[in-house]
């Protein structure tokens, strides 16, 4: 950690006597290491330089450098490694905590096209009320085109201020559809659940975020076991996962005790994550598909692997990679990039391959995804489940 902030630091001077024309007044010795990393990063200075004194105007210096940073992260072709500016940083806690101004919907980005799909369209909010659906594919955010190396910049567009306006195109059918949407507040429910017969319950989490997602399902379970569940469906069906701590705290309620994943960096150092003492021992069937991402599959792959649930659906999503979110000096800004991948408590992949379910359930091929009312067994994939889970009732 010294010697890196070492070199940093010698670098940041190195930078600022260039920049502000002392260089050749003040001598500063630098160690081989040192130098070699200045040479690395000398086209860069180049370029400012000549930015700062030949473009045709005055350059905004906040923009350069946030400019730098994410080019930097772009070197990495890593669609899950990107930059937050000011106002996106600021926007990131906004969503946390479950309100926000937008659109309302909830989108995944694929890996291996490239694409962005709505996985979920909020009720009652302007992306419901203007006809966006389920599955569709965006196309433009205004004059952006979106992929997963803009999704973040989309999402930006497509927040802000309720009652400004918003013009979108996605692609559905092969037909593309625009819309022109009216920001407004936004609030997320993370969970819900009900009582599907007088034996088996429905916990539905849409994704592993906020502070309070594990006591909700917490609570949730308690109350269900109240009004009689002996058996539980745990629906993770379009969830993109979300903050790791969570799938951790919500997979303490089922294990003790337990591996519940384990991490490996490039150098192949792991770290293991563990559950603690104080399951409850319903039976559980967990369902999930082919947007179930992330955090999702961290919980689906550790009960699979002990036996603990029957996951039923379809192959999920294959987003075995995990990301840190660190706070720059500013406090202001901060950037997400992918640090490790993760394994199941056997030592399954999960990257590229995602989890195989115990019962495959899949959509009915050319069947559109209706609204269902929570618990509604007319959903055949949450049929399918509920049978599986009614074979666990004692």
Known sequence: MKRTTTLTL????CLMLILSGFASTIKVELSQEEYDLFLEYKK???????????????????????????????????????????????KLWEEDE????GIGVQMLGDWRDGSVTITRVFKGTPAEEAGLKKG????MTEDLVVTTETMKEAVSIMRGEPGEKVTVQVIRDFETLTFELTKAMININRMEYTMLDDEVGYIAAYEFAGKTLHNEVKAALNELEK???KALVFDLRDNPGGWVDQAINIADLFLDKCLLFYTEDRKG???????????TDIPLVVLVNENSASSSEIF???MQDWGRGVIVGENTFGKGIIQSVTV?????????????QYFTPKGRQVHEKGIVPNVESLWPEGMDHPYYELGDLSDPQLKAAFEEAKKLVK
């Open 269 to 279: 150092d792991r770290e293991q994550f563990f559950s603690k003492k104080g399951k």
């Open 227 to 229: 009004q009689g569940a």
């Open 328 to 340: 720059l000096s500013d406090m202001k800004t901060g950037f997400q990039f992918t640090t490790a």
């Open 44 to 90: 860069l200075i180049e370029v400012h330089q000549y930015v700062e004194e030949f473009y045709y105007k005055q350059p905004d210096e906040k923009k350069l450098m946030d400019g730098a940073i994410q080019g930097l992260l772009s070197g990495l072709g890593d669609n899950y490694s990107f930059y937050f500016n000011e106002e996106e940083w600021e």
């Open 98 to 101: 479950g309100v926000y101004a």
């Open 136 to 139: 569709d594919v965006f196309y």
């Open 300 to 302: 689906a792959g550790a």
């Open 10 to 13: 010698a670098f940041m001077l």
